[in-house]
Structures are given as structure tokens and as C-alpha cells.
């Protein structure tokens, strides 16, 4: 096998993407500078030049990636917070991460980027709608599509499935999810706890999905976008907010045919 070979991923298109939500300017232990997402975005990019991709980014920072890649592997969705606020369910979560009773569920919340950033829930609940569009759109003719968090590589506990090699090893059959054991907390990313294991039909949540890295077939991608869109808007509409990575840990738990689950230590 030559070396060109191997670096290629087998038939996938990787998403990623980065947005200045203005991290750097709020305080706290939230806070982090933009540079932090976008240095690491650019070793995404570097590490996977052989691999499609499609990047969300604002267009300002959009000659970043072409210092990295070519125009005929790599898509650019220009993706700004008015994209964001143009949402579905936009309002609704701005009305629920602004609440008290949402803020005083847990003291972390009161500094979080999720309570300070009108665009960090939005950004991250779009992760798996940006996957099924780019499913739908398949503009590199690939069998499978796996997001990437931009940063992931600057994530000390998780950089480890940024790698190549975790990523060509992947076994994906349906939709591929990574989970860790979580037993701590009241809440779940701002979920009540309680609430979430009876969406998940347990007694207890003892383990959620990262949201870092996902993705599945096209076929699969769109089952399980289905799937979380109808979740997201019960969820929102009884006053329960987490992540992405709340919603799609019930539908692993309620789904566990199509959400293939593997944890992590």
C-alpha cells in the first residue's frame, strides 16, 4: 500500500467547523481565545489534506483553510451567528438558557460558555443537521460522513480520536458513537438528570455520547436527524436543555440498533 493510500480515510467525508462565539471575551473558566480553535482547526486540516471535507466557517477566516487545502476536496459553508439565530429552535433556547430556574440547576452553569453565549447551544445542537445536510448534498461522492469538532485536537483527555489512525479504524455499520462513564452531577450539560434517564428509559444515566466525534451512512445520518429533531423539539417544549451530546445520548439509549455505541476509558 503507498503512502498516499494509506493516508486517505475509506470513502469519507469529514465535517468540521469553528465560529468566533466570542469565548475570549467572557470570564471565568469558560473563557478561551479563538486562536485556541482555529490553530487547531488548521492541524484538522493539515492531518486529513487527503480527505474530503467541508468546514463551517465564517467567511473572514476562510483563507486559513485555504492555506491548508485545495479547492477541489474541500467544501466552505459560510456559517455566521445570524445563520445560527436564523434557527428553529433558536428562540426557544435563548428563552430556557436565560431562565433562572435553568442557571440555578447547577453552580458551573452560572460562568458557562452555555449560559454567557447566545451561539454556543445553537452551534453545537446544529452539529448533527450539519452532518445530514452534507449527507444529503454528498459533494465528494463518499459512502460515509464523520463530524470532527474543530478543536478536538487541543482536548487533552479526547485528542487521541482526532488521529488518523483511530479514524481510519473506525467500524461504521450504522451511525458511530463514542461514550464515557458520567455519574456525577443533578444535571446532564444543563439537563436535569432525572428527566433525562426518564427520556432514556433507565433508572439512571450511567454513561453519555461525546459529541467531539460522530457519523454514520447517509441513510443512518438522516434516520437519527430525524430522530433528534423531533427529540430537540419535545425536549425544548417541556423546558429541558442540555447539548448535543444530551440528545444524542437518549437516542443511543433508545436506539441502540442504529447508534452503535463504543466507550471510551
Same mark, same amino acid.
Not at 436564523?86 to 430556557?96: E, F, K, L, W
Not at 487521541?160 to 483511530?166: I, W
Given at each position: 500500500m503507498t503512502p498516499d493510500v494509506w493516508r486517505r480515510l475509506p470513502s469519507t467525508t469529514l465535517l468540521t467547523g469553528v465560529l468566533d462565539l466570542g469565548r475570549a471575551e467572557i470570564c471565568g473558566w469558560g473563557r478561551r481565545p479563538f486562536e485556541f480553535y482555529t490553530a487547531n482547526l488548521q492541524r484538522l486540516l493539515y492531518r @486529513?489534506?487527503?480527505?474530503?471535507?467541508?468546514?463551517?466557517?465564517?467567511? %473572514?477566516?476562510?483563507p486559513l483553510v485555504w492555506r491548508c487545502r485545495k479547492p477541489e476536496n474541500t467544501l466552505l459553508i459560510g456559517t455566521k451567528l445570524p =445563520?445560527?439565530? #436564523?434557527? #428553529?429552535?433558536? %428562540? $426557544?433556547? %435563548?428563552?430556557?438558557r436565560t431562565s433562572a430556574r435553568w442557571v440555578q440547576a447547577a453552580a458551573w452553569l452560572r460562568d458557562s460558555p452555555q449560559r454567557l453565549l447566545e451561539g454556543y447551544l445553537p452551534m453545537v445542537l446544529a452539529k448533527? @443537521?450539519?452532518? $445530514?445536510?452534507? #449527507? #444529503?448534498r454528498n459533494p465528494f461522492d463518499t459512502? $460515509?460522513?464523520?463530524?470532527?469538532? +474543530?478543536?478536538?485536537? +487541543?482536548?487533552p483527555a479526547y485528542a487521541?480520536?482526532?488521529?488518523?489512525?483511530?479514524v481510519r479504524r473506525l467500524d461504521i455499520e450504522h451511525f458511530r458513537v463514542f461514550c464515557v462513564p458520567y455519574t456525577a452531577?443533578?444535571?446532564?450539560?444543563?439537563f436535569d438528570r432525572q428527566a433525562c434517564a426518564r427520556y432514556c428509559a433507565t433508572d439512571f444515566v450511567s454513561w453519555i455520547v461525546r459529541g467531539?466525534?460522530? +457519523? +454514520?451512512?447517509?441513510?443512518?445520518?438522516?434516520?437519527?436527524?430525524?430522530?433528534?429533531?423531533?427529540?430537540? =423539539? =419535545?425536549?425544548?417544549?417541556?423546558?429541558?436543555?442540555?447539548?448535543e451530546e444530551t440528545l444524542l445520548t437518549i437516542l443511543a439509549h433508545r436506539h441502540p440498533d442504529l447508534l452503535q455505541r463504543r466507550m471510551l476509558s
Open positions: @486529513y489534506h487527503k480527505t474530503p471535507m467541508v468546514v463551517h466557517i465564517a467567511p %473572514q477566516d476562510e =445563520d445560527l439565530r #436564523a434557527m #428553529a429552535y433558536y %428562540q $426557544r433556547v %435563548q428563552t430556557i448533527p @443537521y450539519w452532518l $445530514r445536510d452534507a #449527507a #444529503a459512502e $460515509r460522513f464523520v463530524w470532527m469538532d +474543530g478543536g478536538l485536537p +487541543g482536548n487521541r480520536l482526532s488521529r488518523r489512525r483511530f452531577n443533578q444535571e446532564i450539560h444543563g467531539g466525534l460522530f +457519523g +454514520g451512512t447517509p441513510a443512518a445520518i438522516q434516520r437519527v436527524a430525524d430522530l433528534y429533531d423531533a427529540l430537540l =423539539d =419535545d425536549t425544548l417544549t417541556h423546558g429541558h436543555l442540555g447539548t
